[in-house]
């Protein structure tokens, strides 16, 4: 069978083992299903997600037009903290800014590869620690919009870290850690503005990925430079497929590229 379609994040499903589903357009793929199982990807063409055009993708998906022009990436997005709908002012599109800054907020800590602050939609819980490849998380505080996440995430990464190690996460080089007493130990340095919104007295959540080997030596599949690959896929966790020689392949980071999916 071959698939083909645009690569979007997979959307995921928070199970006994977290569920994995791959959106081709004109079929829909719960790659659980396909653990064990030798799979081909072969790069096709690009499509940016914004224009829908056949055109080099830049980052985050977008053609390089699109990616200075849609609100959807902003500076924002990754910086929380430069978020401005709640003083009425329009970075690309105001009513946009609205609708996805003016909502509740969650800044959480999550151990992928070690404990880093983060900040997502209250409506992302639990989808963002799955994409991190996070086995566990804790919510910190719970505020009313994007601006608030953003102050208290940079007042909390002089204390703690705030990127993931993507090959300790994928090699399993993991530590329990209690985040129960990181969040109590970082409290005295959330911002006066958000420390009404702190969040006391719940548990962290464990996360279990669909992963039957780890890599030791995890090498990135780059179906630009490699446009194609065949491999028996071992594991997904985050948004990376695992393959038995060690390969993996980062969905998210190729959002855009068109690719067929051979089983």
């Known amino acids: 069978m071959i698939y083909q379609g645009v690569l979007k994040k997979m959307m995921t499903e928070n199970a006994a083992e977290i569920q994995y589903y791959l959106d081709m357009k004109t079929d829909f793929l719960n790659m659980n299903q396909l653990l064990n199982k030798e799979i081909s990807l072969n790069f096709v063409s690009y499509e940016c997600l914004n224009c829908h055009l056949e055109k080099k993708i830049y980052r985050q998906g977008f053609c390089k037009s699109c990616f200075f022009d849609t609100p959807n990436a902003g500076d924002w997005i990754m910086r929380p903290e430069l978020s401005t709908a709640h003083l009425e002012q329009e970075d690309r599109d105001l009513a946009y800014e609205k609708s996805v800054q003016l909502q509740p907020h969650i800044v959480y800590l999550a151990n992928s590869s070690n404990v880093k602050v983060g900040v997502t939609r209250k409506t992302q819980v639990p989808t963002r620690w799955i994409d991190q490849g996070a086995h566990e998380a804790i919510e910190i505080v719970e505020v009313p919009n994007r601006y608030l996440a953003g102050i208290t995430e940079v007042a909390l990464k002089d204390h703690v870290g705030d990127k993931t190690n993507w090959r300790k996460m994928l090699k399993n080089d993991i530590e329990d850690v209690n985040l ?84």
């Open 180 to 263: 129960v007493a990181w969040r109590d130990k970082l409290k005295q340095y959330i911002p006066e503005e958000a420390m009404p919104y702190f969040i006391e007295n719940n548990a962290e959540t464990n996360l279990q990925f669909p992963v039957t080997r780890y890599p030791e030596k995890p090498k990135s599949l780059n179906l630009e430079k490699t446009p194609s690959y065949t491999g028996k896929l071992v594991g997904i966790k985050g948004q990376y497929l695992i393959f038995e020689d060690e390969t993996v392949f980062n969905i998210r980071s190729n959002e855009g590229l068109v690719v067929a999916i051979e089983i």
